[in-house]
């Protein structure tokens, strides 16, 4: 009988707990997709980027996020005309947008961190460190 009584316990705290957890979790898919669109606001836009430590010198260059046909893309290329690289891969998690392109042969990642309301830190190829601001369209 002690037995019976112990399992039966067990049970119930088994179901009672997957019970609580399930109802503590939620549904946050709408709140979920509202940071994500206020996230992706964000980094959609023309930014100026400074990149440190390169082999030939730091250099500024442009970075171009859009959003087309409910899906991001964008192009980063130097401030001197050269033509700009597009990007071969591009999402965003949480605060930092990761973006793949191809530069001189090689597949170069590149991620950036939201820094403020329009700044942004991070590293391209894990190697070279990268600042940059939001430029402010002018109507």
Partial sequence: MKVLKSVMMMAFLLVATSVVNSQAKGDNS???????????DFFIGTW?????????????????????EGKLSGWLGGENGEEPNEFTKIEIEKETLYVRFLGGGWDVPMYLDKDGDD?????MNDMFDVEGKKKVEKE
């Fill in 30 to 40: 709408a709140e979920d997709s509202t940071v994500k669109t206020e996230i992706e």
């Fill in 48 to 68: 100026k980027l400074d990149v440190y430590g390169l082999p030939q010198g730091d250099a500024v260059m442009t970075m171009v996020v859009e959003k087309k």
């Fill in 119 to 123: 700044a942004v830190i991070g590293s």
